[in-house]
């Protein structure tokens, strides 16, 4: 199992698992990723910018996030609750799990390598939202040890539950 930064040629395998987390959600009646979000050219997009990783067993990518070390307009202003910290953090969008890999552990794997960039990056926390019907997802996030911080809304006007963790410096 590897974790890495992707390559554009990678785009088929990763719109693939996108695509089947798509349709999960369509069938779990949860209104997220739907009406072509995210796309190809959102992800084209993240890889030139450098922010793909994913997560391979021999050369199929099996899991696949944006995680990106800059500063988000979608998370300056939060209602109903506040941060847990104001300095550097790192955030994780558009995670996906192949259908035939879930529950085998490689989400977890995922947010423990994305916070091993993170120290490495000096960021204080990890900040990552999800859907309010996304149970499986708020599962996973609070499996994870990241604490329910209040809500924000996306560029699009859909509300988010969004969550942080602070990460602890050895």
């Not at 944006?66 to 941060?83: C, E, M, R, S």
Request: proline share 2%.
């Amino acid at each position: 199992m590897k974790f890495l930064k992707t390559e554009i040629e990678d785009i088929p395998q990763l719109m693939e698992i996108i695509k089947e987390a798509q349709v999960y959600l369509k069938n779990e009646g949860i209104d997220q990723w739907q009406n072509d979000y995210p796309n190809s050219q959102v992800i084209k997009e993240d890889i030139k910018n450098g922010n793909v990783y994913v997560i391979k067993i021999k050369d199929r990518v099996v899991a696949t996030a944006a995680i990106i070390f800059a500063d988000d307009p979608t998370y300056d202003q939060i209602y109903q609750g506040k941060w847990l910290s104001q300095g550097k953090y790192g955030v994780i969008h558009r995670a996906a799990v192949a259908e035939d890999y879930k529950g085998q552990g490689i989400a977890s794997k995922f947010f423990k390598e994305t916070e091993k960039i993170a120290l490495k990056k000096r960021s204080e926390s990890i900040r990552i939202d999800t859907h309010q019907d996304n149970l499986s997802m708020q599962r996973l996030i609070e499996k994870e040890n990241f604490k329910y911080c209040g809500i924000i809304y996306t560029e699009d006007g859909s509300k988010r539950l969004a969550y942080e963790k602070i990460l602890k410096r050895e």
